[in-house]
């Protein structure tokens, strides 16, 4: 390749990279961060859902009162459509501590659903935190 068309072509490609949507949807209308606080410990979830095979969710939780020793693999289920879907992985923090946060991963439901509803079951608590987005 000719020197003077490295330049070009490096500035032509940041270019086109700067433009092309990120794999992963930010907080938009509809999928904007939630939060649910119970007793002294507050979840926060943010959805990062893409067209894909997989859809994650950030997942936050505070306290300063217990230690946090949730397991979302086993505690969260996602509701898309009224059909359930399990976890497919957990990246974050172990249990223990009162700050704890990971991305929490599933299969992306097929077909696309128009709405999506994310529990988790805290130990301890009688009834499940519930977020809940309309997809589309």
Do not use: Y
């Amino acid at each position: 390749m000719r020197p003077s068309l490295i330049l070009p072509l490096f500035l032509l490609a940041a270019t086109l990279a700067a433009t092309v949507p990120a794999p992963f949807a930010t907080a938009a209308p509809g999928l904007s961060p939630q939060s649910s606080s119970m007793g002294e410990v507050t979840v926060e979830v943010t959805p990062r859902i893409a067209a894909g095979r997989e859809w994650q969710f950030e997942v936050a939780f505070n306290t300063h009162s217990q230690e946090l020793n949730d397991d979302l693999e086993k505690s969260a289920l996602l509701i898309a459509d009224g059909k359930e879907v399990r976890p497919s992985g957990w990246k974050g923090d172990p249990p223990g501590g009162h700050h704890r946060k990971g991305v929490l991963s599933f299969a992306a439901p097929a077909p696309p659903p128009s709405s999506v509803e994310l529990r988790i079951q805290r130990p301890g608590e009688s009834a499940p935190r519930i977020f809940r987005w309309q997809v589309r």
